[in-house]
T-cell receptor
Framework: DQQVKQNSPSLSVQEGRISILNCDYT??????FLWYKKYPAEGPTFLIS?????DKNEDGRFTVFLNKSAKHLSLHIVPSQPGDSAVYFC????????????FGTGTLLAVQP | EAQVTQNPRYLITVTGKKLTVTCSQN?????MSWYRQDPGLGLRQIYY???????DKGDVPEGYKVSRKEKRNFPLILESPSPNQTSLYFC????????????FGSGTRLTVV
């Protein structure tokens, strides 16, 4: 059972426009959410996170929005740049003390010059 | 440089031949974990370790073993590899607070024929 879902396997956006990547989750006990970015032949790297007590967190061109009632989070990238082309994973921290992160299936973002 | 180092990067082996993928981190992190990435399934946790001599199963532990004799090392052992263990493997570490996020290694591409 996939507790964290990214329903769009891929997304194509023009350079300079906004990229919006979406993520849905099923477990209301998740208390922290993170986005990771992954380039080919590299490991995922941490991008931005948000606590369940907030609804927005911003870091430069990246903003994450959390809608707890809808169990939905999104990552906005404005403006999008060709270097943003990568696979983006959302992740949620499981309830309990295991430090476990549960990942979505990933969305491949292609930013066209 | 703070990093997680995995070796080897690429490995082709035959069914049943025992192998070990090494993982080492230089950040003095308590928590370490192994994930596998498969198309359409995202990143799934295999095993994790909260500290030295403390390990536990993740979501897909069958066919794998781990050990944590030292804080910096967390090897992944496949006693009798099978073709369904062909995958991309990532080691990750973090302090024991998930809010800091994981630091991932660069990955090991394993093919079992």
């Amino acid at each position: 059972d996939q507790q964290v879902k990214q329903n769009s396997p891929s997304l194509s956006v023009q350079e300079g426009r906004i990229s919006i990547l979406n993520c849905d989750y099923t477990n209301s006990m998740f208390d922290y959410f993170l986005w990771y970015k992954k380039y080919p032949a590299e490991g995922p790297t941490f991008l931005i996170s948000i606590s369940s007590i907030k609804d927005k967190n911003e870091d430069g061109r990246f903003t994450v929005f959390l809608n707890k009632s809808a169990k939905h989070l999104s990552l906005h990238i404005v403006p999008s740049q060709p270097g943003d082309s990568a696979v983006y994973f959302c992740a949620a921290s499981g309830s309990g003390a295991t430090n476990k992160l549960i990942f979505g299936t990933g969305t491949l973002l292609a930013v066209q010059p | 440089e703070a990093q997680v180092t995995q070796n080897p990067r690429y490995l082709i082996t035959v069914t049943g031949k025992k192998l070990t993928v090494t993982c080492s981190q230089n950040m003095n992190h308590e928590y370490m974990s192994w994930y596998r990435q498969d198309p359409g399934l995202g990143l799934r946790q295999i095993y994790y370790s909260m500290n030295v001599e403390v390990t536990d199963k993740g979501d897909v532990p069958e066919g794998y073993k781990v050990s944590r004799k030292e804080k910096r090392n967390f090897p992944l052992i496949l006693e009798s590899p099978s073709p369904n263990q062909t995958s991309l493997y990532f080691c990750a570490s973090s302090p024991n607070r998930v809010t800091f996020g994981y630091t991932f290694g660069s990955g090991t591409r394993l093919t079992v024929v």
